[in-house]
């Protein structure tokens, strides 16, 4: 079976998962690390017991899985503690992400914000990262109805994005309209099926 690994990573409100929809659109099998880690948070997860573990059982819901928000709440304004939790369930995560791999073929993306940070980013064909500018990033962050100080802090929380640059193989600017970040992706898409 013939598989071509292709990690996508990028900052939030940087375009990412219109990238990974464009690529989906095109046929190729889609892995979004965000879906993972609803399964595992699941109640009875891994993800769950491990946050329980961590953090404590007010994290979880009332049926046993994991409240984000109070996640959000615990670890964002705390640094340390949001390392302890990418730490347990990062693993987790990868760890899914490759067992659903095997079981299919051609060409399969796997979307993941963190990927270079969680050091999962080794074992792919080929990394991406889907870049823009920060008054962009912010700009997008709103329109989706988040507040300007959680996009503020988020955006602070996920760092300058250096590391992340530097972890893959390639760069997709974003920065421009939509049809122009078409145009990036369909050239993506033609190289990506001659390796299927």
């Given at each position: 079976?013939?598989?071509?690994?292709?990690?996508?990573t990028?900052?939030?409100?940087?375009?990412?998962s219109?990238?990974?929809?464009?690529?989906?659109?095109?046929g190729?099998?889609?892995?979004?690390?965000?879906?993972?880690?609803?399964?595992?948070?699941?109640?009875g997860?891994?993800?769950a017991q491990?946050?329980?573990?961590l953090l404590?059982p007010?994290?979880?819901d009332?049926?046993g899985?994991?409240d984000?928000?109070?996640v959000a709440?615990?670890?964002?304004?705390?640094?340390?503690?949001r390392?302890?939790?990418?730490?347990a369930?990062?693993p987790?995560?990868?760890?899914?992400?490759?067992?659903i791999a095997?079981?299919?073929?051609?060409?399969?993306?796997?979307?993941?914000?963190?990927?270079?940070?969680?050091g999962?980013a080794?074992?792919?064909?080929?990394?991406?990262?889907?870049?823009?500018?920060?008054?962009?990033r912010?700009?997008r962050?709103i329109a989706?109805?988040?507040?300007?100080?959680?996009a503020r802090?988020?955006?602070a929380a996920q760092g300058d994005?250096?590391?992340?640059?530097?972890?893959v193989?390639r760069?997709?600017r974003?920065?421009?309209?939509?049809e122009?970040?078409?145009?990036?992706?369909?050239?993506?898409?033609l190289?990506?099926?001659?390796?299927?």
């Open positions: 079976m013939s598989r071509f690994l292709v990690g996508i990028g900052g939030m409100a940087g375009g990412k219109t990238v990974v929809r464009m690529l989906a659109e095109a190729f099998h889609v892995i979004d690390a965000d879906r993972v880690v609803a399964d595992l948070y699941a109640p997860g891994a993800g491990a946050l329980k573990s404590g007010d994290v979880l009332s049926t899985a994991v984000k928000p109070k709440a615990a670890i964002f304004p705390d640094p340390d503690k390392r302890a939790v990418e730490a369930i990062h987790l995560v990868h760890q899914r992400f490759r067992e095997e079981s299919l073929e051609d060409v399969i993306v796997y979307e993941a914000t963190l990927l270079v940070e969680s999962h080794q074992g792919f064909d080929l990394t991406l990262s889907v870049e823009a500018d920060e008054a962009s912010l700009k962050a989706r109805g988040m507040s300007e100080s959680d802090s988020r955006l994005g250096e590391a992340r640059r530097q972890g193989d760069i997709l974003n920065d421009g309209t939509l122009e970040l078409r145009a990036e992706v369909d050239h993506l898409i190289e990506l099926k001659s390796k299927a």
